[in-house]
């Protein structure tokens, strides 16, 4: 123990689980809130029905990030360092991604207040600015461990795009979990509604469409959503295997020793929970139609992803430990 | 403004430029003669280093003689620059320490000794190293001790591939000690037990460790849970620091 110390041969996995989680509640939000904009901001008129609680889950499953990324500092009380001026680095990738989760939520929450309201156009403004700051912020996550020459395994230029495809179907793939939920809960939360007298509180829960059955051909149809990213997802992670399969000794190195090695358990998750049980379920079985079905398929890709942040952050560390 | 007045104004030299080989300016370099070595472990400073671009708070900053710096003031802890340098060459103060008037929780680095080497002294490594097997000086100057140590001896750096420009060179190195694939993957059974105990000792918020139980179905999910275990314990530690 003390040689290697003194020798400085081992070391920690500096961003671990509670950063992996991060990147999870990120995608989930940032997917989620893609859904809410389907409705407001694309005009699919289906969707204006959970547009608002879509985005109440993408604001909620943003409200426990800062508290992990705070605790997670070594000096947690300097937090608010990233944000003074003088103190700004234009190079530093995680400088941007500080404004990018500052401005993201605020977006959120006006882009919320005028579906609230039902302002169609104010919505539909700010829809877009959120849409656009939802996918900025989650790409982020995916450029500030991609930014970093010395880990082989997230130094890629596609890093980013695995992160946005994988951050829309599993915020899709939470969405149709929670509506599935709401559904079979129907009538109690249909009684907790009507519990409230007439003002603000249950205003907003008619708002947020709480105690009204989410129809089942639009279960099934975000699943058919999902379904297209999956196969991107896929695609990208093929050609990812591809290139570390014809690569460099590092490459082969995190393929063998990380992905198939000490990260096969949250790798083959993320194959088979993520992409090909859920493609299995969307496309060939006889519940592909039904929202049991889809909302199987859409916890194994929640779980799926989760394990791909497990072996992103993880894996790039992990192997140069030793080094 | 020439480039040389502009430098000299900026006290703190956040983005030098490289300086290797720039008339006028200095680049101190550290020559690790293998041959002497007996292997106590050294530093690594990069002419070019991630950890600078990188660091969200300019905490850390490249002097441009070459030395990088930390402003522990100003560093939050964050790890971005642990994470950016491919040499594990960074590392987290503890956070408890026998003198409380030293920093803690935040990031540091070798700095080639600055406070020696401004005074006219050898960095401390290079003054106890028994072996006599660390040369230091400006490499800028021909006339030094080592640039004459670089231009006798075929010298190698350590993964330079990165584009860190790194101003560690080494004369003997073995190539497959040095590459990072190959020294994890021949690595001896061993290593790999040390490495298990190393990890297991740590309460770090992602160590992974790899043995055959613990990288399983059922392993692997517990030490996820273990870390997460920890990182909430630490919560109330945190509090008291």
Redesign the interface.
């Known amino acids: 123990m003390e040689k290697e110390l003194i020798m400085n041969a081992f070391h920690d996995v500096y961003w671990g689980v509670p950063i992996s989680i991060y990147f999870w509640l990120m995608g989930v939000s940032a997917g989620a809130h893609v859904i809410s904009g389907f409705g407001w901001v694309f005009g699919l008129k289906k969707y204006k029905q959970v547009g608002l609680i879509a985005t109440l889950w993408a604001i909620l499953a943003l409200l426990i990030v800062p508290l992990i990324l705070i605790h997670d500092l070594g000096k947690p009380m300097r937090f608010f360092y990233l944000l003074l001026p003088f103190y700004w680095h234009n190079s530093a990738p995680m400088s941007w991604g500080t404004v990018l989760i500052m401005l993201y939520p605020c977006m959120m929450s006006i882009y919320a207040y005028f579906m609230y309201k039902n302002n169609e156009r104010m919505a539909f403004i700010f829809g877009i600015g959120s849409i656009l700051s939802a996918a900025s912020t989650h790409w982020y996550t995916g450029v500030v461990i991609q930014l970093n020459p010395g880990r082989d395994l997230n130094h890629t230029a596609i890093a980013s795009l695995l992160f946005l495809v994988g951050a829309f179907i599993s915020g899709t793939g939470f969405l149709i979990v929670t509506f599935w939920i709401m559904n079979i809960f129907l009538n109690p939360l249909k009684k907790i509604r009507d519990s409230f007298q007439e003002g603000f509180i249950k205003r907003f829960i008619k708002a947020c469409s709480i105690g009204e059955k989410v129809e089942d051909s639009l279960i099934v149809e975000m699943g058919q959503v999902m379904a297209i990213g999956i196969v991107v997802e896929l695609i990208l992670t093929l050609n990812e295997y591809l290139q570390m399969i014809y690569g460099t000794m590092e490459e082969q190195s995190n393929l063998y020793d990380v992905l198939l090695g000490a990260f096969r358990v949250p790798f083959l998750a993320y194959v088979f929970f993520a992409m090909l049980i859920p493609l299995f379920i969307l496309y060939l079985s006889p519940i592909k139609r039904r929202p049991f079905g889809v909302a199987i398929a859409a916890g194994l890709v929640c779980i799926g992803i989760f394990g791909m942040r497990l072996w992103w952050v993880l894996g790039g560390l992990f192997q140069q430990s030793f080094y | 403004m020439s480039e040389a007045k502009w430098m000299s104004k900026r006290t703190y030299g956040?983005?030098s430029p490289p300086s290797l080989g720039v008339p006028g300016k200095k680049r101190y370099a550290m020559v690790i003669d293998l041959r002497r070595c007996i292997?106590?472990?050294a530093c690594v400073v990069a002419d070019d280093p991630?950890c600078v671009?990188?660091?969200?708070?300019?905490a850390t900053y490249k002097h441009e003689s070459g030395f990088i710096l930390q402003r522990y003031n100003?560093?939050?802890?964050?790890?971005?620059c642990?994470?950016?340098?491919?040499?594990?060459a960074r590392?987290?103060l503890p956070a408890a320490r026998t003198d409380h008037s030293q920093p803690t929780?935040?990031?540091d680095k070798c700095d080639f000794c600055i406070h020696r080497v401004t005074r006219g002294l050898m960095p401390t490594c290079v003054t106890t190293c028994m072996g006599g097997a660390i040369t230091f000086g400006d490499v800028n100057d021909s006339e030094s001790e080592v640039s004459r140590m670089l231009d006798t001896h075929k010298t190698m750096t350590l993964?330079s591939d990165?584009?860190?420009r790194p101003q560690v060179y080494y004369i003997g190195l073995d190539g497959d000690i040095a590459?990072?694939?190959?020294?994890?993957?021949d690595?001896s059974v061993q290593?790999r037990e040390?490495?298990n105990?190393?990890?297991r000792?740590?309460l770090?918020?992602?160590?992974?460790i790899?043995g055959e139980s613990e990288?399983?179905?059922v392993g692997?999910?517990l030490q996820?849970i273990r870390?997460?275990i920890n990182?909430v314990k630490?919560?109330v530690e945190?509090g008291y620091r």
Do not use: W
């Open positions: 956040l983005q292997g106590c472990g991630p671009r990188n660091c969200p708070t300019q100003r560093c939050i802890g964050c790890k971005t642990m994470v950016a340098c491919p040499y594990n590392h987290l929780d935040v990031a993964r990165k584009g860190t590459d990072v694939a190959a020294s994890y993957a690595r290593m040390e490495f105990i190393f990890k000792n740590r770090g918020a992602g160590n992974i790899e990288t399983g179905p692997f999910p996820v870390n997460m990182f630490d919560i945190k």
